[in-house]
């Protein structure tokens, strides 16, 4: 399993995907802006789910160019890695949001899109590191 955040400073989107299926699906939000809740929170999510690693979306702009608010998902990472002791990596998040509004038909209502973001983070997280059981 591994687990994928879409992280904001008012909610988390958050997915979960199965490693041998490479495929990826909404798991829920974290509408919290204290960080302690927001991490307790994020616990309950890793204890349940024992994911065995954690993918963090990483805001660009469209040019490839590193996004202001990089260096907060960076932090959220660090403190991922520091509380829970597993592997962080990070996901070009740059259309991710956009592309989950997308999907849900115009259904823009934040917390879904959230959720249905840090999906496809995940999804292409799994689809640039494609597992050897998957046939090509």
């Known amino acids: 399993m591994v687990m994928a955040f879409d ?3 008012k909610r ?3 997915a979960i995907g199965e490693t ?3 495929s990826a699906r909404p798991l829920t939000i974290i509408e919290d802006e204290v960080n302690e809740r927001r991490f307790a929170a994020i616990g309950k999510l890793i204890a349940e789910w024992q994911p065995a690693r954690l993918v963090v979306g990483l805001p660009r702009h469209v040019d ?9 998902c960076d932090r959220f990472a660090r403190q991922l ?3 829970f002791g597993l592997p962080v990596e990070f996901a070009d998040e740059r259309f991710s949001s956009c ?8 259904d823009k ?7 249905a973001a840090a999906a496809i983070i995940l ?5 640039q590191h494609a597992h050897p059981a998957r046939s090509h």
Do not use: K, Y
């Open 7 to 9: 992280f904001g400073l």
């Open 12 to 14: 988390i989107g958050v």
């Open 20 to 22: 041998l299926l490479a």
């Open 64 to 72: 490839g160019s590193e996004h202001a608010f990089a260096a907060r």
């Open 81 to 83: 890695a520091g509380r």
């Open 99 to 106: 592309a989950a509004a997308s999907q849900l038909g115009g």
């Open 109 to 115: 209502r934040q917390a879904r899109v959230d959720a």
């Open 123 to 127: 999804q292409d997280w799994f689809d």
